[in-house]
């Protein structure tokens, strides 16, 4: 399985853009990166994924390298509710029936007000 | 809203007592999972199931097993539990889609301490 590596933790003050990165040289072309958020005292939340394009939605964005070895998780404007960890992840598309994701240990992303 | 729902968020076993974790999802979703959480190490695999009565050891299955006799419903089993099982346990679910975009929906966790 192709791995990923985040920085332990960083932080941010509040409203300001956050730009969480992950490395994963080892991504091969069929290989979708997703992230995922675990607030603390819940269970991980799906945030974003992509495979070659940058991609929007109402919580981030995700911008991918142009060799896919690396992407950025995109917080636009931080807020107290976006301090968790979170977890950058490689989903293999032809795993068809064997959709297990591989986490790592995250970014701890700390806001401060 | 759509849910996964783990049926007790804190338990206290002693060693030795077999232990059930339950999860049920109201999705119709394929796919569970059964993940242990410990400081340090992240999320670990140990089981997952595609379909009813079909399971899959995921990357430290041992001293587990699991039970799917009906879609909705993943129960993870501890047959004789130890100190070293306390943790911190996730449940979640997915559609089997054959593409890499399948998303997990996870519970809030069912936190074991084995005394």
């Not at chain 1, 917080?75 to 989903?91: F, G, K, Q, S």
């Not at chain 2, 595609?50 to 879609?71: A, H, L, N, Q, T």
């Amino acid at each position: 399985d192709a791995k990923t590596t985040q920085p332990n933790s960083m932080e941010s003050n509040e409203e300001e853009p956050v730009h969480l990165p992950c490395n994963h040289s080892t991504i091969s072309g069929t290989d979708y990166i997703h992230w995922y958020r675990q607030l603390p005292s819940q269970g991980p939340e799906y945030v974003i994924h992509g495979l070659t394009s940058n991609v929007n939605n109402r919580m981030a964005s995700l911008a991918i390298a142009e060799d896919r070895k690396s992407s950025t998780l995109i917080l636009h404007r931080a807020t107290l509710r976006d301090a968790a960890v979170y977890y950058c992840i490689l989903r293999d598309s032809e795993s068809y029936n064997t959709d297990k994701l591989i986490f790592g240990t995250g970014t701890r992303l700390q806001v401060f007000p | 809203d759509v849910k996964v729902t783990q049926s007790s968020r804190y338990l206290v076993k002693r060693t030795g007592e077999k232990v059930f974790l339950e999860c049920v999802q109201d999705m119709d979703h394929e796919n569970m999972f059964w993940y242990r959480q410990d400081p340090g190490l992240g999320l670990r695999l140990i089981y997952f199931s595609y379909d009813v009565k079909m399971k899959e050891k995921g990357d430290i299955p041992e001293g587990y097993s699991v039970s799917r006799e009906k879609k909705e419903r993943f129960s993870l089993i501890l047959e004789s539990a130890s100190t070293n099982q306390t943790s911190m346990y996730l449940c979640a679910s997915s559609f089997i889609r054959p593409s890499g975009a399948n998303v997990l929906t996870f519970g809030a966790g069912s936190r074991l301490t084995v005394l």
